[in-house]
């Protein structure tokens, strides 16, 4: 493994331990060269799929993506990084256990703003303001009636 501080090529283990939830193992490591530390992840890869688009056009599942659209959705909310990232994992688990070749994007903008909807409120609204395209206000306003309606229940 290449220390990310230096590039040397040899670092060792120092540390290696399963994550709380078992789907990897986290590595801390010390480089050889400059002698910082650092922790890498190991998990099993995951088969790919499909992505297909609403033009039809299809791509490659990219994790980064998701976490990205949900990283911006929870800009300058109390919502961890770790949190972010479990929902990540939740997302591409629950998406290969479909065992789907290609998925749609719409299923998965659903799934996205279904984690959304229970981690943070207004998160949700600001994926959904996007993903759904709201083209004015009162279309906000619908959707909050709707959220704030489940949440009475």
């Given amino acids: 493994m290449k220390c990310p501080f230096c590039d040397y090529a040899d670092t060792k283990v120092i540390d290696s331990r399963p994550t709380s939830e078992g789907q ?7 480089c050889e060269n400059c002698g910082k530390r650092f922790t890498t992840y ?13 033009d039809g056009s299809r791509e490659l599942f990219d994790r980064s993506k998701v976490r990205n659209g949900i990283v911006n959705a929870c800009k300058k909310r109390p919502v961890s990084t770790e949190q972010i990232e479990n929902i990540v994992d939740d997302i591409e688990r629950g998406l290969n256990n479909m065992m789907e070749k290609e998925i749609s994007s719409t299923v998965i903008g659903e799934v996205i703003l279904d984690n959304l909807k229970q981690l943070d ?3 949700y609204v600001r994926f959904a303001s996007v993903y759904r395209q709201f083209d004015d206000v009162s279309t906000f306003v619908r959707e909050i009636d709707k959220l704030s309606g489940k949440s009475r229940q």
């Fill in 24 to 30: 990897a193992v986290r590595r801390r490591r010390i």
């Fill in 42 to 54: 190991e998990k099993v890869e995951e088969i790919s799929f499909m992505v297909v688009k609403k």
């Fill in 121 to 123: 409120e207004v998160a």
